[in-house]
C-alpha cells in the first residue's frame, strides 16, 4: 500500500511542469549563466591583446618603448598592440573605437581615455607600475651611482613572492563559490516541494487536503509516502546538476566527490524540513506561505554569496551567528571545504549544523502534523 501510494505521488510529481521545469531546467541554466559569466574571470588567457597608440613626440626609443612591446599577459599573449602616431592622428583612432587610449612622451608619460573599462585599468596601472620604478630608480641612484651597474635594472624587474605555501596547496577562488551556493540554493529549493506536500493534506489549504483527510488512509503514512517522492524527483534534479557541471561544464569540485553528495543528499532533507515546517506553522493561506518561503530561500542564498561572493566573507567577519542558521550557507561552506582544508573538521562541523537544523525542524513538522485536526470537513 505505502509503495503504490509513493509510485502514485512520485507520478503526479513527474506530471507537473511547473515543478519539472524549477527542479531540472532552473539550476541548469543558472548554472549555464554562471559559466559564461564567470568562466574565464580568473584566467590570464581570456584577456586579450589591449590596442594603444603612442606618440613618443620625436624622442628617440628609450626605456618606457621597451616596457611597452614588452610587456606580457602571458607567455604567449602580448599586453599591448602599438600604432606609433601623432596625438592628432590617437585622438581620431580614440574617437573611432579603434584604440582603448593613447599614451603621449616617453620621459613622463600621460594616457588619454575615453572609457572606464577592464582595458582601461589594465593600461593606466601598467603606466602607474612603470612610474613608480621609474621614481624608485631615480631615488636609488641618486644615492648610490654604481647601482645601475650592479643589476639594479635586473633587480626591479624581479617579482618575489615572499609568501610560502607550509601545506595547503589549494589557492581559494571565488568562482568556485558561484557553484557552490548554487549547488547549496539548489538543495534548499526543496523546501518548495516540502511545502506543496502539506498544502496538499491539509483540509483548509487545498481541495485536495480535504479529499484526504476524509479517506481511510492515514494522514501521517501519506505525508511520509508524498515527502519520500517529493525528495526522490528532487535528489535527481541535483544528480543531473552535478553531472552537467562535472561533465559537460568541467568544473573542477575537487576529489571528495562522493561527501559532496553527501551534503547535497542532506541539504535536501533540510529543504523539505523547511517547507514543511513553514507549510504547518505559518497560519496563512498558502499563497502567503510560499512568498515567505521564497524571501527566506532567496535571502539565504544572498548571504552566502550566490549573487556577490563578498557577502559570504562579509557574513562570517560581522554576523557569524546568520552563517550557522543559514541552511544554504552551510550547504556550500561543507561543499567549499571539502575542497579547500586538508582537514574535514570544517566539514563536519557545517554537517553537525546541518544535521541538527534538519531534525529540529523534522520533529517540529511532526509534531504539528500530528496536531492538526478538523471539527469538520
Known sequence: MSFRLYIARLKCIVRNKQVMFWSYAFPLILA????????????????????????????????????????????????????YCSTEEAKTLLDKGDIVGYIVGSEDPKLFVKGNGLNETITKSFLDTYRQMQSAAHSILQV????????????????????????????PDSFLIYFYALLAFTCVQAAG????EVVNIQADQSSCGARVNASAVRKMKLFLCNMLAAFTNHIASIIVLLLYMLCIMKVNFGNSLMLLFGVCFLGSLAGLALGATVGIWVKKKAETKEAILTAAILGGGFLSGMMVS?????????????????PVNLISDAMYSLYYYDTYDRYLLDVALLCSITVILGIASYVGIRRKTYASI
Open 32 to 83: 549555464t549563466c554562471y559559466y559564461f559569466a564567470f568562466g574565464n574571470l580568473y584566467s590570464a588567457d581570456s584577456f586579450d591583446t589591449i590596442s594603444i597608440a603612442y606618440d613618443n613626440q620625436g624622442v628617440a626609443a628609450g626605456d618606457f618603448d621597451s616596457a611597452l612591446k614588452e610587456a606580457k599577459i602571458s607567455d604567449k599573449t602580448v599586453m599591448f598592440d602599438i600604432t
Open 310 to 326: 563578498d557577502i559570504k566573507y562579509m557574513v562570517a567577519d560581522k554576523i557569524p551567528f546568520l552563517g550557522y542558521i543559514n
Open 193 to 196: 516541494c516540502g511545502l506543496d
Open 144 to 171: 648610490n651611482p654604481n647601482a645601475i651597474n650592479e643589476g639594479l635594472i635586473d633587480d626591479m624587474m624581479q617579482h618575489v613572492n615572499f609568501i610560502e605555501k607550509l601545506k595547503n596547496q589549494k589557492v
